[in-house]
């Protein structure tokens, strides 16, 4: 089983941190100096007063559904962090990206059970893809779905990472990894401290 989870974050900055905990204002002109065109993690941030709504609505769902599954949110948003190694992530890896985000590898021996819950794919692409229903594409298995730890260790065991053993069958452009939502921000920024020595920046 994948025993650890990956933070990405824009170099030089502080990571663990939630864009949806701060004031709009404040949030919307820290997206504008996020935005890199042409980056897969950086360019979403394209329009960044649409992208804070739509986030805070898929956070809200989020929480709901985890509360229901027996999840524990410490947080009223949660950390976003990517199970084990993506390799669509490192396959999209477009120069942009490469040369402005970092990242930090977090045992998930550090959260319980009730501290992370999990979606395939990407939180606010599986609540499309949901809504959508596209033949071909809509697997009502995993889409509009919110998953506990035992969860998706199960799934995992069983049909392996996406584009590792769990052939997707779905397009290349969607993100074909598991997230992952920690709702314990101040466990991650105590390992993070912890380790400030030995856990750099490191580049993706």
């Known amino acids: 089983m994948i025993d650890f989870l990956i933070h990405y974050y824009r170099t030089g900055t502080e990571p663990f941190r939630s864009l949806s905990a701060l004031p709009d204002a404040e949030a ?24 804070l709504q739509a986030r805070r609505q898929t956070e809200a769902w989020l929480r709901r559904e985890f509360i229901r599954l027996g999840g524990q949110p410490q947080e009223q948003y949660p950390i976003y962090m990517v199970l084990g190694r993506s390799k669509w992530v490192e396959r999209m890896a477009d120069p942009a990206t490469l040369a402005t985000t ?13 501290d992370v819950s999990f ?11 949901e809504s959508r229903k596209e033949a071909g594409v809509y697997q009502p298995g995993y889409h509009g779905r919110v998953f506990t730890l035992s969860q998706i260790r199960a799934i995992v065991d069983e049909k392996g990472l996406p584009e590792e053993g769990w052939k997707t069958h779905a397009p290349a452009d969607l993100a074909h990894y598991i997230e992952a939502q920690v709702w314990n921000q101040g466990a991650l920024v105590r390992y993070w401290r912890a380790g400030a020595e030995r856990i750099e920046d490191k580049k993706f």
Do not use: C, H, N
């Not at 970092?102 to 319980?112: A, Q």
């Open 28 to 51: 919307i002109e820290i997206m504008k100096t996020l935005y890199v065109e042409g980056s897969v993690i950086w360019e979403r941030f394209a329009d960044p007063a649409d992208y």
């Open 102 to 114: 970092s990242e930090i590898e977090v045992p998930l021996s550090i959260l319980s059970q009730a």
């Open 119 to 129: 979606t395939y794919p990407d939180s606010m692409v599986t609540l499309t893809l």
